[in-house]
Nanobody, 119 residues
Framework: QVQLVESGGGLVQAGGSLRLSCAAS????????MGWFRQAPGKERKFVAA????????NYAESVKGRFTASGDIFKNTVYLQMNSLKPEDTAVYYC????????????WGQGTQVTVSS
């Protein structure tokens, strides 16, 4: 059974940093695109960042470009989201997700980790 487990969320002051981790188990995702999404209270879940294992390519939502960096360790089957210069509007539950074939369908989701940025 595939599991994605996020960790690393917490409370941080504006301008601070956090690094989220997402550990995958149950299968390898060497061909996958791994995505990060977030959902603020009362709002829809939105795309944040994605990384394709096979090419290492990344893409980001405009709101986080230059501040967030997606990366991964294939040997640990773990992806990371380094978040710098955090803003109060980054407060949300952050989810990682896996698109096993890299075709744009995220089939597996983690349980989410809360990130709260105080002003």
């Amino acid at each position: 059974q595939v599991q994605l487990v996020e960790s690393g969320g917490g409370l941080v002051q504006a301008g601070g940093s956090l690094r989220l981790s997402c550990a995958a188990s149950g299968r390898t995702f060497s061909s996958a695109t791994m995505g990060w999404f977030r959902q603020a209270p009362g709002k829809e879940r939105k795309f944040v960042a994605a990384m394709t294992w096979s090419t290492g390519s990344t893409n980001y939502a405009e709101s986080v470009k230059g501040r967030f960096t997606a990366s991964g360790d294939i040997f640990k089957n773990t992806v990371y989201l380094q978040m710098n210069s955090l803003k109060p509007e980054d407060t949300a539950v952050y989810y990682c997700a896996a698109d096993p074939s890299g075709v744009g369908t995220y089939e597996y989701w983690g349980q989410g980790t809360q990130v709260t940025v105080s002003s």
